[in-house]
């Protein structure tokens, strides 16, 4: 009876999202009715209902998601993503395609250094896309390079995905931090490698080098090496810190907030820019703790209800193979990249997905990396890829359509696609690093 009225709520959350109800808000109505019929009584499910929403809020690990998100508003406000990017241009002057290739390497650095991807696409299409065109890169060319790219603040640690993904399946949020580096990496690379076999194959879409278009200052030089050099030191003290045993992920992040404000002071940050960053936090964050703990909610009906087993034994009983129940699960989330934002599809999907995994024999750890790959490239599907509207809104340039901006993310979103399941095949790209350091 209660996997039953799990199927039903989860028919009717559904039919809710569809109907434009807030995802946070259509949680939490599922999750109290369902509580209610499988109970019989208001008082007992609220009861329940009330106390996970209390030790929700309880976890330290909730206080991680609002520092990290800080300290990449900080950084991005201060100024050092432009000093990035213009020391990657300077250093890959070289390389077939240099511009796009700065672009993806500075992204690749800056997710270390922030949460999310919308502050990566944000920035450096701010940065990154004018260059492009002045130098006369293809249009389709240099936006997808800004958008395809920007996914990768979604896997290098700190990653609020990692995180939210560590907290409902209760996981080490330090082990996924580390999990994701070598598959971050991995990632780049591939889409480096693109970058200059497309440029090889047709120059026309990002002419070579010319000396003259990176000579510097010497002020635009030592602006360059204190963005650039406090990036760095945040990354060793970030993410050396977790990898050493140091700091725990909360505290990294509280040190890391720290560490990126005084970069912004030195850069040129005032009180305005301080509180506009802190504002700017609240607002990027309050809307995921909210979904946090309606998804605990949604997880204690999943619970009470039996549904993980219920389901599992659906999946299990309808004489699929292991990959088609992965595949299935591919195109699920896929789908539901066209429709809702990332954190959404963890919280309505991993409670059921990840126990369904452990059960074929996939590592947890693995598994968290290749739903996040996978999760990554609904970013970058239409009709609402949430990275294609945030470089929409962010060019300089009204002539960059949403269709341009699509079409120049394809080869990115096959990619991802690509460094999913090469994850997935050989895990230990993910588990190596956490099994020799953790």
Request: hydrophobic letters at 60%.
């Amino acid at each position: 009876m209660g996997g039953d009225i799990v199927l039903w709520m989860l028919a009717l959350l559904v039919v809710l999202i569809l109907m434009g109800v807030h995802i946070g808000v259509s949680l939490a109505v599922c999750s109290a009715l369902g509580v209610f019929l499988i109970l019989g009584s208001t008082e007992a499910a609220l009861a329940i209902l009330g106390n996970t929403a209390y030790e929700a809020v309880r976890k330290d690990v909730f206080a991680v998601i609002p520092l990290f998100v800080l300290m990449g508003d900080f950084i991005s406000r201060s100024g050092a993503a432009a000093d990035l990017y213009r020391i990657c241009d300077r250093s890959l002057k070289r390389l077939p395609g240099r511009l796009a290739i700065a672009t993806i390497t500075g992204n690749t650095v800056f997710a270390a250094v922030t949460g999310v991807s919308i502050a990566s696409a944000a920035a450096f299409s701010r940065i990154a896309y004018p260059e492009m065109r002045k130098v006369g890169y293809k249009q389709t060319f240099a936006l997808g390079a800004v958008a395809g790219s920007a996914c990768l603040g979604m896997l290098i640690p700190p990653s609020v995905l990692l995180i939210v993904w560590a907290i409902l399946t209760e996981m080490s949020v330090g082990a996924l931090f580390i999990a994701g580096i070598i598959p971050g990496l991995l990632l780049a690379a591939l889409f480096v490698a693109y970058v200059i076999i497309a440029a090889m194959r047709n120059p026309e879409i990002a002419p070579p080098f010319t000396e003259d278009l990176v000579k510097a200052t010497p002020a635009e030089v030592k602006s360059e090496l204190i963005g650039g050099l406090g990036i760095l030191s945040l990354i060793i003290l970030v993410i050396g810190g977790i990898w050493t045993g140091f700091f725990t992920p909360t505290e990294a992040a509280g040190f890391g907030a720290i560490g990126a404000l005084l970069i912004g002071v030195v850069k040129g940050m005032r009180t305005k820019d301080i509180v506009a960053s802190i504002i700017q936090a609240g607002r990027t964050t309050a809307p995921i703790m909210f979904l946090l703990i309606t998804a605990q909610m949604y997880s204690r009906l999943l619970a009470i209800g039996g549904a993980v087993n219920f389901i599992q034994g659906m999946f299990l009983g309808a004489g699929l193979d292991p990959w088609q129940i992965i595949m299935l699960m591919v195109v699920v989330w896929i789908v539901l990249g066209m429709l809702i934002d990332s954190v959404s599809i963890i919280l309505l999907t991993v409670p059921i997905f990840a126990p369904i995994a452990m059960v074929l024999g996939i590592d947890p750890i693995a598994f968290a990396i290749f739903g996040i790959l996978v999760i990554e490239a609904g970013l970058l599907t239409p009709p609402f890829g949430l990275l294609v509207y945030t470089v929409k809104g962010s060019v300089p340039d009204p002539t960059a359509t949403l269709g341009i901006i699509f079409k120049g993310s394809t080869p990115y979103f096959i990619l991802i696609l690509v460094a999913a399941f090469i994850v997935l095949f050989i895990p230990s790209l993910a588990t190596w690093l956490p099994d020799a350091v953790l």
